[in-house]
C-alpha cells in the first residue's frame, strides 16, 4: 500500500467531542549561540537543547496542543563540521534512552520524519523501535524532522507519484494536493497552525515548505536550550492574536461591503 492510500492518521483533534488541539511546529534553533555566551563547546548547547525540547513536550499536552513536529537536524546540517554533525546524530539516542519509556507510557505518538538514507544502522533501528512502540498511542503527537529539508521531501513525494505512475498504479491527473500530501513524510498529521521560531532568526530555513502554506509564524527572542513551557504559552498567546483567514474575506467585511 502506497503512502498516498493509508488511511489518515487519526489523531487527537478529530476524537469526536473534543476541542481542536493546535499543531505546533518549533525551529529548535540557536544552541550554539548559547553554548558560546557561556564560554562551552557547541555540543554542549545541543545538549541543553535536548533538556529544553523534554520540557517543551511535557508541557504541550496542558496547553491545548495535539501535535508537535521539531526540526532537530536539516539536510542543510550535513555541512558542519564533522565532530558537530556526529554530537547531532548522537541525540536522538540520548532522548530516546532517557524519555521512550515516559513518552510511551504517556500516549505520545512519535514520528520520525526525514530521510533514512545517510543515518548509521543504529539509529535507524532506534528510530524504528521508537515509531513501534509509540505507535498506538493517540494523545499526543510528536513528529521529529530529522535529516529533514522541506525541498528534499517534496522532490522524494514526487519521485515516489512518479514511481506509482511508472507501475501503473496512478494516472498523471490523479493528481492534486490532498493526494500529494499523502506522499510527504507528514501524511497524516494536520498542517501546522504555526511555526515557532527561536534565537531571533526570521526565516523558514527549508522546515515544512509545503504544510506552511496557512501557518502563522512566532519569532521568539530566545535561545532553544532556554526554552519552556512560559515560551511556548508566550507564543500561543501571539498566535491567538492572529486574524486567520485563509484567503477568504472575514463576514463583517463582506457585510460591510455589501
Ligand atoms: C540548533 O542550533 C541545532 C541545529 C540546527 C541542529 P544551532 O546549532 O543552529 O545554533 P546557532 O544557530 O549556531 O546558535
Ligand atoms: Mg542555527
Redesign the pocket.
Known amino acids: 500500500m502506497s503512502a498516498a492510500e493509508k488511511p489518515p492518521f487519526e489523531g487527537a483533534s478529530t476524537l469526536e467531542g473534543s476541542p481542536p488541539l493546535l499543531h505546533v511546529a518549533i525551529v529548535?534553533?540557536?544552541?550554539?549561540?548559547?553554548a558560546k555566551q557561556r564560554g562551552l563547546p557547541?555540543s554542549l548547547?545541543?545538549r541543553a537543547?535536548v533538556e529544553a525540547l523534554k520540557r517543551t513536550v511535557s508541557a504541550a499536552p496542558k496547553l491545548g496542543i495535539g501535535w508537535l513536529t521539531v526540526f532537530?537536524?536539516?539536510t542543510e546540517?550535513w555541512s558542519r563540521p564533522a565532530a558537530e554533525v556526529a554530537e547531532?546524530m548522537a541525540l536522538p539516542k540520548r532522548y530516546f534512552e532517557s524519555d521512550i519509556a515516559r513518552l510511551e507510557r504517556e500516549g505520545v505518538r512519535v514520528r520520525v520524519i526525514g530521510r533514512r538514507a545517510g543515518l548509521s544502522s543504529e539509529l535507524v533501528r532506534l528510530v524504528d523501535d521508537a515509531q513501534a512502540r509509540t505507535d498506538h498511542n493517540r494523545l499526543f503527537n510528536l513528529n521529529i524532522a530529522f535529516n529533514y529539508g522541506g525541498q528534499a521531501d517534496i522532490t522524494d513525494a514526487a519521485r515516489r507519484f512518479a514511481e506509482e505512475v511508472a507501475a501503473g498504479r496512478r494516472a498523471p491527473q490523479d493528481l492534486d494536493e490532498a493526494l500529494f500530501g499523502g506522499f510527504l513524510a507528514t501524511a497524516g498529521s494536520p498542517p501546522p497552525d504555526v511555526i515557532v521560531r527561536p534565537?531571533g532568526?526570521q526565516r523558514l530555513s527549508n522546515f515544512l515548505l509545503w504544510e506552511a502554506a496557512y501557518a502563522e509564524f512566532v519569532f521568539q527572542d530566545v535561545?532553544?536550550p532556554d526554552y519552556g513551557e512560559d515560551h511556548l504559552k508566550a507564543a500561543l498567546a501571539e498566535f491567538a492574536t492572529r486574524d486567520r483567514r485563509y484567503g477568504a474575506v472575514v463576514a463583517d467585511d463582506v457585510l460591510a461591503a455589501g
Not at 529548535?28 to 548559547?34: E, T
Open positions: 529548535m534553533d540557536g544552541n550554539g549561540r548559547w557547541r548547547g545541543h537543547g532537530g537536524f536539516s546540517n547531532l534565537s532568526e535561545l532553544w
